[in-house]
Structures are given as C-alpha cells and as structure tokens.
C-alpha cells in the first residue's frame, strides 16, 4: 500500500502503482459516519495489506477493497 486518503465521500488508496477510488458507504458504514480526524487517524499493519482505525474500531484489508472494486 503506498497511499490513503480520502476525497468527500470516496476512499482513495494506492496499491502496487493502481489508484482505486471506492465509495466510503461500500467500504465502511463507520467511515460514512466518521470525522475528518477519525477518518485520517489510521494505522496501516505491518504488512502494509490491512488498515486499523482506532477511534472506530474498525479494520479493513486491502483485499476485501480490491474486491469491493
């Protein structure tokens, strides 16, 4: 994973040199609902295939995006 971020309602993430634009509600319900500084404030795991937010508890891999997608 190279980068996250976050435009209005779409989660943007860069995974091997590919952009991938996912809307937040096929994502996460918790993210829809999320603040700014919720959203932003994220751990990518060791492995750099998974992403924790520990102000939502919530856990997503880079996997199960690719396949939203």
């Not at 993210?31 to 404030?41: C, M």
């Not at 924790?52 to 997608?69: A, G, Y």
Request: include cysteine; proline fraction near 4%; hydrophobic fraction near 45%.
């Amino acid at each position: 994973m190279e980068d996250i971020y976050f435009e209005q309602d779409l989660f943007c993430l860069k995974v091997d040199g590919k952009l991938v634009k996912l809307p937040l509600a096929q994502v996460s319900k918790k993210l829809v609902s999320a603040t700014e500084i919720q959203r932003n404030f994220f751990k990518i795991s060791p492995s750099g295939y998974g992403i924790h937010w520990p102000l939502l508890d919530e856990d997503l891999s880079v996997d199960f995006m690719l396949k939203v997608n």
